[in-house]
Nanobody, 120 residues
């Protein structure tokens, strides 16, 4: 009923920038919050940035990454600057506590992930 499609990942050299996009579509009435997570090989998935009424960031990305939302179009972006090899991971977006037009209930929906690789 809800699909999230990420784009913008790729290969970049250390110090470079990438901008990730995630568009949610389907029977959406409202989305409470949107966020970006990442998972590196052999590591747990971790929160990178969260956007609700305010924004929050992992300490490791503060000052380098910026999350923004286009609420009218159910889209979230992640601007990543000064990238480091440690930022290499699959990045996932999530739409949190989504209310559907088709019925009650709150549910989170995840995208399929986009690979970000930062070379040294």
């Amino acid at each position: 009923q809800v699909q999230l499609v990420e784009s913008g990942g790729g290969l970049v050299q250390a110090g470079g920038s990438l901008r990730l996009s995630c568009a949610a579509s389907g029977s959406i009435f409202s989305i409470n919050a949107m966020a970006w997570y990442r998972q590196a090989p052999g590591k747990k998935r971790e929160l990178v940035a969260h956007a609700a009424s305010s924004t929050n960031y992992a300490d490791s990305v503060k000052g380098r990454f910026t999350i923004s939302r286009d609420t009218a179009n159910n889209t979230v972006y992640l601007q990543m600057n000064s990238l480091k090899p440690d930022d290499t991971a699959v990045y996932y977006c999530v739409a949190e506590r989504v209310i559907l037009t088709t019925g009650p209930g709150l549910k989170d929906y995840w995208g399929q992930g986009t690979q970000v690789t930062v070379s040294s």
